[in-house]
T-cell receptor
Framework: GESVGLHLPTLSVQEGDNSIINCAYSNSASDYFIWYKQESGKGPQFIIDIRSNMDKRQGQRVTVLLNKTVKHLSLQIAATQPGDSAVYFCAENNAGNMLTFGGGTRLMVKP | ETGVTQTPRHLVMGMTNKKSLKCEQHLGHNAMYWYKQSAKKPLELMFVYNFKEQTENNSVPSRFSPECPNSSHLFLHLHTLQPEDSALYLC???????????????FGSGTQLSVL
């Protein structure tokens, strides 16, 4: 899940399984959402984005789902690999404002 | 490689030192940003530059002084920092300013700063 605070939630999955990382956003006016991946010692890297006129978008091995009714965003990673181990951030935005980042979820992939 | 390069990667400084962080973007973007990433907080926006003009200062203490000589280069000058300023400082760029349109950010690898 998503957390802003003193600890980073952790999701531990077995290599080859699917991963689902969740994010609850706060602003009902947000109309653009991004998922970032941050590996140790690196800056956040763009994974996938989605606009509010869509509820699903697919990339390579990743899918983002948007539920505007409950203000929920999720990132699904298919066939999780060790290289997917990282911290994943969601970010929300609406025109005229800056991206607001969540606290992140740590994904650990067990071999 | 995201096209945004930051130097140095690591920096240790005393509270009386003056140092500068450098960022260069090779993407032809018009907007550049400084973010602070602490262990226990989400990414915090510090400064925004659009076409070399500062458009946002997010209540950052004056001991942090940004400089943007052109749309490809961004500096963060540091002076009399405090230990609580220790963090990862990230530079980012986008084609156009986020305040004008929804844009994804491209981040550098950051400078890990330790203030003793």
């Amino acid at each position: 899940g998503e957390s802003v605070g003193l600890h980073l939630p952790t999701l531990s999955v077995q290599e080859g399984d699917n991963s689902i990382i969740n994010c609850a956003y706060s602003n009902s006016a947000s109309d653009y959402f991004i998922w970032y991946k941050q590996e140790s010692g690196k800056g956040p890297q763009f994974i996938i984005d989605i606009r509010s006129n869509m509820d699903k978008r697919q990339g390579q091995r990743v899918t983002v789902l948007l539920n505007k009714t409950v203000k929920h965003l999720s990132l699904q990673i298919a066939a999780t690999q060790p290289g997917d181990s990282a911290v994943y951030f969601c970010a929300e935005n609406n025109a005229g404002n800056m991206l607001t980042f969540g606290g992140g979820t740590r994904l650990m992939v067990k071999p | 490689e995201t096209g945004v390069t930051q130097t140095p990667r690591h920096l240790v400084m005393g509270m009386t030192n003056k140092k500068s962080l450098k960022c260069e973007q090779h993407l032809g973007h018009n907007a550049m940003y400084w973010y602070k990433q602490s262990a226990k907080k989400p990414l915090e926006l510090m400064f925004v530059y659009n076409f070399k003009e500062q458009t946002e200062n997010n209540s950052v203490p004056s001991r942090f002084s940004p400089e943007c000589p052109n749309s490809s280069h961004l500096f963060l000058h540091l002076h009399t920092l405090q230990p609580e300023d220790s963090a990862l400082y990230l530079c980012a760029s986008s084609q156009d300013p986020q305040a004008a349109t929804n844009e994804k950010l491209f981040f550098g690898s950051g400078t890990q700063l330790s203030v003793l």
